[in-house]
């Protein structure tokens, strides 16, 4: 029986940008200092960029990296019943 390859996550930094996009919309601009843990240091980093982005434009960033991320995740689902 074949073994079906694994479906690959979207790379880091489009996880960051969605996580960076969500907190703006959702919270407004960045607030406090930068945490020490790595992982909650790299998403405050990625809410950091959106500073100044108006929170229904955020939305808007948000909604549009979901799409492309779901969209790149189809296409690879199918493309691995190919292989």
């Not at 979207?10 to 960045?30: E, H, I, M, N």
């Not at 959106?50 to 689902?77: C, N, P, Y």
């Amino acid at each position: 029986q074949k073994k079906k390859k694994p479906i690959h996550a979207p790379a880091l930094p489009r996880q960051l940008r969605l996580a960076g996009a969500y907190k703006q919309a959702t919270l407004g601009d960045v607030t406090g200092s930068r945490p020490c843990h790595p992982v909650k240091a790299a998403v405050w980093d990625a809410w950091k960029e959106f500073k100044g982005t108006s929170r229904e434009d955020a939305r808007q960033i948000f909604v549009d990296e979901a799409k492309a991320q779901t969209a790149a995740q189809l296409w690879s689902e199918r493309y691995r019943r190919f292989t």
